[in-house]
């Protein structure tokens, strides 16, 4: 036979045999994906994983076999055409090995998780790749004969399959009986929501017709507190009943600690759970998923392709380009998952949260809210209300460049609200009123200009920042009143339960609101607590710390508001019934009386027994740089 057309043949032997062991992994990548991951995915989503996870791995072992042909064209590849689809195959599993092992190796380990030794090393990793090629080059050198050449196939794929049979982890099995009558449960969390900014607070100026109508028929807290002004210690104590005095988790990113979580409690005991965020600080790895059988986090055009390999090595390269990327997604979108989910319950009761993100910043709200609020030239240069703005965060400059009038940026930010109120209005139409349990609560607000915070929030607990609206609706067992006591975001979790039905945990640190609706008594204060950012960066360059560690803390009355530092133990005091914003300190003249003395004394005590009582070592840490600048992008971090 002519010498070139039997290397022509080797070649595309090499590549075609490649091709299929890169189909192979890439399908069974995919099915890791199906199986593994808790994504809401119908038969096309999953026959489309499969299929873009084998043309992917295809692809990719394909283009890695490219050397191999490259040398046999110089004779150094093996003839006959069966041995050279034996080396094409087993390379072509070599190769999405090794890139699987590059993103593991090259990847930062979460907080508070031990990285591989020597993670990071070009060195290490190098030789780590050639000890991986050389177990297959045993593999390859070892087999021979078709019937040894099928059988180490054959074991390469067992291998395989016992690698994605390992990816099953679906939530432990109802262990006790569902409660008598137990109803659905909808759990609808608003992002940097403020409470001043929903109708039913007040503001007439707002349509937020869906929370409005559902606070009339039900219990609305008008005295709501989040624990936290960060989303995810924020939904960490809403979900656990336990605050980060307790949990030690004052920043985003920050894995949640083994507390029972809400969704497990449910699931424990009958109900279907899922669950539909917008945003990435949610991510269920973190912790969040726990409990949950179907847990969407996933916003990519098809859910579950991001894990795949080839989308994981492009992120790998990309990820420092452009860190928000992907970061969220409009609440219509996670909405829609959520209704597709509800349609799917064939009977019993379930557990379902959504996450809605969209009054963070940036302010772009989807048409026709963009201009609900507003008409007019926001770029107008005879504007100069925008004059008093100052220290606006990196992730917001590029939507408001040019701005000149304050009026657009606040009309914004409602028409986000406004927004996010219209998914809550389609959720709430597709579930049975009368066996349904809703709560909506907002996880903290937002800075418009109070205290000097321009269209922002995280480093402090004054009003603005963690005053939230709250409200429950279940027709017969939720009272229609106005709850006037304080509550907070760790007293979530006890109250669904006690509503439902199931037993409170002992060591769950948050109350349940139940006998306060019925008109007993309720809190006397509401807690809250972050990382004092400023005082944290002062101190960072002053060199004296390098992680956080200075905080604020927060206690909120009926009516009033205190908060302390911990930097150096001054306070401030707000007369809300005067001063519905708290942005007048009257620390110094509530403090002339006696009386007043007394109570400030009283309030510096729970504050400083909250610093005192509390292990936040958990959240002083130095993120991993990928995970630091996406929460740079975000707001949550100073560059």
Known sequence: MNELPTRRLTGLAIIGAAAGAGALFGSAEGARVVIGQRLLLGDIEVVALLLLGALGGAALSAAGSLPLVALQTWGLAPRPLGRARWLGFVWGMWVPIVGSAGVAWFTDPPPFTEPFPFQG?????????????????????????????????????????????????????????????????????????????????????????????????????????????????????????????????????????????????????????????????????????????????????????????????????????????????????TVDQALTWIGQRPGGAWFLWVHLFDAHGPYMPAPPYDTLYYQGDARDPAN????????????????????????????????????????????????????????????????????GVWFNHGDDVYESSVHVPFALRWPGRVPVTRVTSPVEGTDLTPTLLDLVGIPVPEDMTGQSAVPTMAGGPGRAMASAMCFDRVANLAAREAGTITGPKYRMAGLRGPNSRFVAREVDGTSSYFDLSADPLGVVDVVGPVGASPEGGELLSLLRARATALFTGSDTSRSAVDLADEERERLEALGYMEP
Do not use: C
């Open 121 to 333: 090393n070009p060195a290490v990793f190098a030789a780590l790749v050639v000890a991986i090629g050389a177990l297959f080059g045993v593999v390859y050198q070892g087999a021979r004969g078709a019937r040894a050449v099928s059988g180490a196939a054959l074991s390469l794929a067992v291998g395989v399959a016992a690698w994605v049979y390992a990816a099953v982890d679906p939530p432990p099995a109802p262990s006790k009986p569902l409660p008598a009558g137990a109803p659905n449960v909808l759990l609808v969390t608003l992002d940097t929501t403020r409470a001043d900014r929903m109708g039913a607070y007040g503001n007439e100026h707002m349509q937020t017709r869906a929370f409005d109508a559902l606070a009339a028929q039900g219990a609305l807290f008008t005295a709501a507190s989040a624990v936290a002004p960060v989303t995810g210690p924020s939904h960490a104590s809403m979900l656990s009943g336990r605050g980060p005095w307790d949990h030690g988790v004052l920043l985003n990113g920050v894995p949640l600690p083994e507390a029972p979580l809400l969704a497990e409690l449910l699931h424990e005991r009958g109900y279907a759970t899922g669950a539909f965020v917008s945003a990435y600080v949610l991510d269920g790895e973190l912790g969040f998923a726990r409990g949950f059988e179907v847990y969407d986090d996933d916003f990519g055009w098809l859910p579950g392709v991001s894990a795949l390999l080839p989308a994981r090595l492009l992120a790998m390269a990309r990820r420092h380009a452009d860190p928000d990327e992907v970061l969220e997604r409009r609440g219509a979108d």
């Open 384 to 451: 100069t209300s925008m004059g008093p703005v100052q220290n606006i965060a990196p992730y917001l400059k590029k939507s408001l460049a040019g701005v000149t009038d304050l009026k657009y940026v606040l009309a914004q930010y409602d028409g986000e609200v406004s927004y996010a109120d219209a998914q809550l209005a389609r959720l709430l139409a597709a579930v049975d009123t009368q066996n349904t349990l809703v709560a909506v609560m907002g996880d903290h607000g937002e800075s418009l200009g109070e205290h």
